[in-house]
Nanobody
Framework: QVQLVESGGGLVQAGGSLRLSCAAS????????MGWFRQAPGKEREFVAG????????YYADSVKGRFTIAGGNAENTVFLQMNSLKSDDTGVYRC?????????????WGQGTQVTVSS
């Protein structure tokens, strides 16, 4: 399992922006697909965005298309999530996940999560 560390959450007004970061800590021996999930109070965890290990493909939930952008960092096994035009429905704990493919995110590791709160 790879250890993932997130940062960048916080409180923002509706319409604002936040940028989340996630990086694998320690030595890693594989290049992973990475992505983000979120969970709001009383709701199930849902997929937000993912990126293939090569960075060539990205995937988004319909609810965030056109507002969120996922990108890999220059360092291996790092990923960013730029969130624009935030809505109150985007509030939740955002967790970074890694896997051998974008379809298997989480199978290689999860981050602890970072809180995103959007006030209306």
């Amino acid at each position: 399992q790879v250890q993932l560390v997130e940062s960048g959450g916080g409180l923002v007004q509706a319409g604002g922006s936040l940028r989340l970061s996630c990086a694998a800590s320690g030595r890693t021996f594989s290049r992973y697909a990475m992505g983000w999930f979120r969970q709001a109070p009383g709701k199930e965890r849902e997929f937000v965005a993912g990126i293939s290990s090569s960075g060539g493909r990205t995937y988004y939930a319909d609810s965030v298309k056109g507002r969120f952008t996922i990108a890999g960092g220059n360092a291996e096994n790092t990923v960013f999530l730029q969130m624009n035009s935030l809505k109150s429905d985007d509030t939740g704990v955002y967790r970074c996940a890694a896997g051998p493919s974008a379809q298997l995110l989480g199978s290689s590791g999860w981050g602890q999560g970072t809180q995103v709160t959007v006030s209306s």
